[in-house]
T-cell receptor
Framework: GAVVSQHPSRVICKSGTSVKIECRSLDFQATTMFWYRQFPKQSLMLMATSNEGSKATYEQGVEKDKFLINHASLTLSTLTVTSAHPEDSSFYIC??????????????FGDGTRLSIL | GNSVTQMEGPVTLSEEAFLTINCTYTATGYPSLFWYVQYPGEGLQLLLKATKADDKGSNKGFEATYRKETTSFHLEKGSVQVSDSAVYFCALKGSARQLTFGSGTQLTVLP
């Protein structure tokens, strides 16, 4: 149980293109999802926390107009990288928190999306 | 703020060797501590966790003990296998209930 599907797994596109990445919880409802970015040989950095039905909470230094997050249902959150540039090339990973009391439920991670901007 | 410092890689071992990956943390209060593993081409998976001091998390032959006095959560395995080759991340979850990750340690096990 607790499977998170992330799509696409890899995207290669031209500079200036907007790219949408989907994160789905397949067998549970996730009121909270997280988006991370991983630079080569570096750690995962939390970009934003996505709450169903409300605006995402962005971490300091993350441009909300650049990285649009929509959590329109209890099983789907999307991250759109708008007008992507080569410096946006990275590995993006989502996670979904299983439902339960409080905020200490485990997170389950998607397989990630490798974004390459030419 | 919270931070996690883990042993820099890459680490290369022969099969059946003993593994230690060091992890230390800085946090206020009493965080929960985690080790995640990322196999090639896959997402993160929770490997083990410990939620309070002196707890030992274990899974798949890996162990880590929550040491509050040394603020450490070192990952160990007595005999590694080729299939253990992956990137290992130490992480903590503090009072804000958000995960803070270390930089990851690449492990390669040679046959």
């Amino acid at each position: 149980g607790a499977v998170v599907s992330q799509h696409p797994s890899r995207v290669i596109c031209k500079s200036g293109t907007s790219v949408k990445i989907e994160c789905r919880s397949l067998d549970f409802q996730a009121t909270t999802m997280f988006w991370y970015r991983q630079f080569p040989k570096q750690s995962l950095m939390l970009m934003a926390t996505s709450n169903e039905g409300s605006k995402a909470t962005y971490e300091q230094g993350v441009e909300k107009d650049k990285f649009l997050i929509n959590h329109a249902s209890l099983t789907l959150s999307t991250l759109t990288v708008t007008s992507a540039h080569p410096e946006d090339s990275s590995f993006y990973i989502c996670s979904a928190r299983t439902p339960g009391q409080g905020n200490n439920q485990p997170q389950h991670f998607g397989d990630g999306t490798r974004l390459s901007i030419l | 703020g919270n931070s996690v410092t883990q042993m820099e890689g890459p680490v290369t071992l022969s099969e059946e060797a003993f593994l230690t990956i060091n992890c230390t943390y800085t946090a206020t209060g009493y965080p929960s501590l985690f080790w995640y593993v990322q196999y090639p081409g896959e997402g993160l998976q929770l490997l083990l966790k410990a939620t309070k001091a002196d707890d030992k998390g274990s899974n798949k032959g890996f162990e880590a003990t929550y040491r509050k006095e040394t603020t450490s959560f070192h990952l160990e395995k007595g005999s590694v296998q080729v299939s253990d080759s992956a990137v290992y991340f130490c992480a903590l979850k503090g009072s804000a209930r958000q995960l803070t990750f270390g930089s990851g340690t690449q492990l390669t096990v040679l046959p």
